[in-house]
């Protein structure tokens, strides 16, 4: 690889002490190496150019390296999702799954990569579309879609379905819908099950359910799950609103009646594996540190 393109999280970096290395080791080594640093670009820049290069990723681009930590790294997978483009990420953060090279590895992962020494993987993504009335509204995740509960603390009822058949439903904080990558994040701070990245399946798994004997449900790829928000069971609870997250970021407002439909992506993230430990080895050096 000899053209790079840096994401650097301002607040992991803020004096870019590690962002200008990266960049000016990658440079001394005859490669080209582009910055952006994104707290610094409006919204608006972000994305004046639409949906295909939001980051105005340079033609030509070989690798995106992302500074930060995990959240860093997802919000740069979406933004640059059409343009195929392979991601790596440099954990400046605390516990990170998708960024998986730490600071002191930066300069043999950079020698790794200059080298074509590396391999790519990708991973599944979910397709989430959201009515409300007759709007719809439609985004994909790399880790998770969350439906949980806004304002006052109150159960909410969910009633799921599996490619139109009724499955479970839930009176609880909220439904986490994951995928395999995801695993290692909200759904197994709920309790749900750790899965290897590179499988093709998706997890549900209820937030906090009012019952005892609640355990998570995984899915093939192929299946189309439904989410809405059941019956109240009085007055009070006739106006409970649910939030819908990609991600962890916002994405719309949820109320009886509403809907959104989750599956399998045709779309993959490309991440960059540069270590040969595996993903067992790996989860236990960070679960056990």
């Not at 650097?8 to 001394?28: C, F, G, H, M, V």
């Not at 640059?80 to 990420?89: C, H, Q």
């Not at 799921?160 to 499955?167: K, T």
Request: hydrophobic share 40%.
């Amino acid at each position: 690889m000899k053209r790079f393109f840096i994401v650097t999280n301002l607040i992991k970096d803020p004096r870019q002490e590690t962002t200008e290395y990266i960049a000016d080791y990658l440079r001394s080594h005859g490669a080209e190496a582009d910055i952006l640093i994104r707290d610094v670009i409006s919204k608006q820049e972000l994305y004046e150019t639409g949906d295909y290069n939001p980051l105005l990723v340079p033609p030509l681009t070989e690798c995106i390296i992302v500074l930060g930590g995990d959240g860093t790294l997802l919000k740069a997978a979406r933004d640059t999702l059409r343009l195929g483009i392979p991601l790596v990420g440099v954990n400046l953060g605390t516990l990170g799954f998708l960024a998986q090279v730490e600071k002191d590895g930066i300069r043999q992962a950079l020698d790794h990569l200059l080298a074509d020494e590396y391999e790519v993987e990708s991973r599944m993504l979910l397709s989430g579309s959201f009515w409300h009335g007759q709007e719809q509204k439609s985004a994909h995740a790399l880790n998770d879609i969350v439906v949980s509960r806004k304002g006052p603390l109150m159960v909410i009822p969910y009633e799921i379905s599996v490619n139109g058949q009724d499955l479970a439903a839930y009176n609880a904080d909220g439904i986490i819908l994951s995928t395999p990558t995801g695993s290692t994040g909200y759904n197994l701070s709920a309790g749900g099950p750790i899965v290897n990245p590179g499988a093709q399946l998706m997890v549900i798994t209820p937030i906090c359910p009012h019952t005892m004997n609640t355990r998570s449900i995984v899915l093939s790829r192929d299946d189309e799950v439904q989410i809405r928000i059941g019956n109240q069971r009085n007055a009070a609870e006739a106006d409970a609103e649910a939030e819908i997250y990609f991600d962890g970021e916002l994405f719309g407002s949820m109320k009886r009646n509403d809907r959104i439909t989750i599956r399998a992506s045709e779309l993959t993230v490309k991440l960059v594996r540069l270590s040969s430990v595996s993903f067992l080895k790996s989860l236990h050096n960070k679960m056990d540190g």
